[in-house]
């Protein structure tokens, strides 16, 4: 016997009914008992998937009204103090307002969820933070689907990875300190399951695949030891990398049984191949979209099972919160792009396959012959296809000149060939690129999808957009001009879109966090440039004015990290090609005079990999890839960069590598404490730190701009600093966005002249 279970589901709903349902809530138009019941029935159909296939048990805690670790939060009693909330008593409106925030309070802090684009909330540890266990999220889950009658297996984040992934607040301390209060809360929660009749609870702890200090390793001995008292069957689950090198620590805990990710490094499991209780093997992807090759990981779980025997489990690599839910709903997809359909699993397919593979292991792979074939026989088929191969695109990248990532001269010659013609003024004021987008710019963008305007219609709106953007920025005197993007609807989407090698899909969202859903797009083929995408737009808006117009794409990394990546080739691979196309663009564009060009890549610090060891590479081939889509243009063409959401203190190095002539970046909220950083490395270029934060409609006074820029100006020469906000200004109306950058401008001016007297 081979126990199939799953690590989580996603929550949303196949078609986003929670989101909808909880934002209809905020609204006030739904009642809480109509949100409870969309919730009931998202669950309910996700347990019925797991039982239709076949699933030992069904997962229960896994679906969160915000986000998981939040749920968490409540249910240790770790909520914020200053929030004043009991968290034995929390309401439903309380929990929303943690996530949220309330006229009082911030809410609390979100930050990506290991390297996938989920967000979770925070904890906030005090040096006298109180927990108190709450089990209610988890019991009413548990109850919901015993009542269904369903065998039910609880999952929560294990107490190190809860501890790890929380922020210390107030007083000086360290969190781990606080692992002695947390285990009892712990240790009751899994009482009350085990109250519950629950045999098995999944902890979550995937913190063990980053770089853990030495106090946090000895403390998994410490904390699974006490909670060994809790004779409830526990298997620990780690997730998004290898835990090889912990081996001998993952064997010498109490645990009943241990989750491994096969698909991120399937060589870990030799690893662990004498490994003495249950061992669950994570073999489908649940990060990504592909349809796998299940004779192929059948052969290795036949495998697998002569040494294992009943205490093989399998399962996807990790929650399959990160996957779309059902692919079978993409008729569309599945009518235009048939040999792609053919090659995609969602998240039910996923459980399908893994339906498969549990009745090949258990009867006999002749059971499930056909699927087995099909299964091959699409990957086959994927291999082999003309839609993904370019033979001119692999040849490209094989014969790339020596130098073809690298400037034609040095920065030190370039700025001067640039300023040259560009003229500008020291504390050169611009903008981050999109203007606000209103409700007639998404409205003529979605009358044109519907095919109810015209290409020049639609064309005819969106010029005049730019014309008023343009005309905007030249009473503003903005030096560097920008045309706003309004024909974008998203920065990836709209590449993506133009691009050769990618595919969109209706429903394929993913929570991001809480209600927010993201639809990346897939990029299943060699990427190539068929066309110029942004040159008509830019050069339309050229002729408009006199001064440098900005020309506006989205990075390779950004593009790359935003997307569902193939994966038969290496993501750097992908990457370069998308430089290259990019590159195409850049040449394009400086053809058509705009010698001013912004290579967009916020998601460049996210793509770092979860253990530093890792770090060095992929620097490595996302700054060649930035350079290979930057360089081949004059000295005089000016490639800026744009970067935000994150801190960058710590690839600095590696963002000088760009070597961008101006690169500007998010640094308002932090008081430019990032500055210091750049200073400190000397940083080479030009540099344009975010003067005020754009994410909220609050005008900032000149003397909070004039602190800034002075605080800029002691560590960055005046001629290389450059004035801009934070980042784009699409999600603010028009008027605090003239009035802001009215403020930016004045502000400057007034330095300016300071510093010429
Ligand atoms: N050019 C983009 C914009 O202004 C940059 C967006 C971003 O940094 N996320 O909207
Ligand atoms: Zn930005």
Redesign the pocket.
Known sequence: MTTLHFLGFPRVGAKRELKFAQERYWRKELSEQDLRYVAKSIREKNWYHQAQANANFVTVGDFSFYDHMLDLQVATGAIPGRFGFDSQQLSLDQYFQLARGNQQQFAIEMTKWFDTNYHYLVPEFYADTQFKANPNHYLEQIHEAQQLGYQVKPTLVGPITFLWLGKEKGATFNRLDLLNKLLPVYESLLNAFLQAGVQWVQLDEPALTQDLPAEWLQAYKTAYAQLSAVKINKIFATYFGSVAEHAPLLKSLPVEGLHIDLVRDHKQFSAFADYPKILSLGVIDGRNIWRTNLPHILDHLQDAKALLGERLWISSSCSLLHCPYDLSIETQLQEKQPELYQWLAFGLQKVQELSILKKALVESPSRVQTELNESQCAAEARTHSQLIHRCEVAERLANLPENADQRKSPYQQRIKAQQAWLQLPNLPTT????FPQTLNIRQARAKFKKGEISVSEYEAAMKKEIALVVKAQEELDLDVL?HG?PE?ND?VEYFGELLEGFAFTKFGWVQSYGSRCIKPPIIYGDVQRSQPMTVAWSQYAQSLTNRPMKG?L?GPVTILQWSFVRNDISRATVCKQIALALNDEVLDLEKAGIKVI?I?E?AIREGLPLKRADWRQYLQWAGEAFRLASSGCEDSTQIHT????SEFNDILPAIAALDADVITI?TSRSDMELLNAFADFHYPNDIGPGVYDIHSPRIPTADEIEHLLRKALKVIPAERLWVNPD????TRGWSETIEALKVMVKVTKQLRQELTN
């Open positions: 903008t981050i690129g999109s920008v993007e974008r920065m506006m989205t912004q967009d916020p744009h970067m935000c959401y998010e980042c784009g200004l699409k």
